[in-house]
């Protein structure tokens, strides 16, 4: 059950690369039901194919140059600027790959999340599809969680879990797994919408109550997914 009555959260995204996650959240949140207006996108690096999903969804797209802005402070600064410009009221990290200073995310604590390519606490940071598959783990998957200034350690809201196949390679398992974020990450996206799903005291609480592990959602039970886990109350 959802508040129809709530306005939409103005909600920014953060990207860096290709743009396919920003995609399928622009995509869910005209489509209706995210609860969401995203009121802008913002990229560290110019060339970012993600601008010109955003420009073609008729978004704000904006950029500031990691490079230019010559990293560190000076970034920082200017990306926490843009962002207040914007009056989030949630901020979307999406193949964003800059570390956020830590009073950045502390300006945004609970009102900012990311998704993360494994199955985390494991594998934090780059490189996981050939982390996992060299060390033969059974599964992977993808987490979308609540940023804090540690890196990928924020508390989890919901997984993306799939068995890891014999003949999987570090670019099927990416392409398997990305289709899972697709899923999972607008599904996040509006239970916080919603307040189905809030940052409380450190840790993820769902309709009142804390959650103890993230909601789960596998590779063979994805076309349930909606049903299970955001239906009524």
Do not use: C
Not at 61 to 71: F, I, P, Q, R, S
Not at 91 to 111: E, H, K, T, W
Not at 154 to 160: C, E, L, R, S, T
């Amino acid at each position: 059950m959802t508040d129809s009555s709530r306005p939409p959260l103005r909600t920014v995204v953060l990207v860096s690369g290709n743009g396919s996650n920003l995609q399928a959240i622009v995509d869910q949140a005209h489509a209706g039901g995210l609860g969401i207006n995203v009121v802008g996108v913002i990229s560290d690096r110019p060339e970012a194919y993600a601008l010109d999903r955003a420009r073609a969804a008729g978004i704000p797209a904006l950029t500031v140059d990691y490079k230019a802005e010559g990293g560190g402070e000076s970034f920082g600064r200017s990306l926490g600027r843009e962002l207040d410009a914007l009056m989030p009221d949630l901020v979307a990290l999406a193949g964003f790959m800059r570390i956020l200073p830590a009073y950045l995310v502390d300006r945004y604590r609970g009102r900012m999340l990311n998704v993360h390519p494994s199955l985390l606490p494991k594998y934090p940071g780059l490189d996981t599809y050939r982390r996992v598959l060299r060390t033969g783990d059974e599964w992977h998957g993808s987490t979308v969680h609540f940023v804090i200034p540690a890196l990928d350690s924020g508390p989890a809201i919901i997984q993306y879990r799939l068995r890891v196949r014999p003949d999987d390679t570090a670019e099927l398992l990416r392409g398997r797994v990305q289709q899972g974020e697709y899923v999972i990450y607008p599904m996040a996206i509006r239970l916080v919408a919603h307040r189905r799903v809030e940052y409380r005291d450190g840790q993820v609480w769902r309709d009142g109550t804390p959650m103890t592990t993230p909601l789960v959602v596998d590779e063979d039970d994805m076309h349930e997914a909606d049903a299970k886990l955001l239906g009524t109350r």
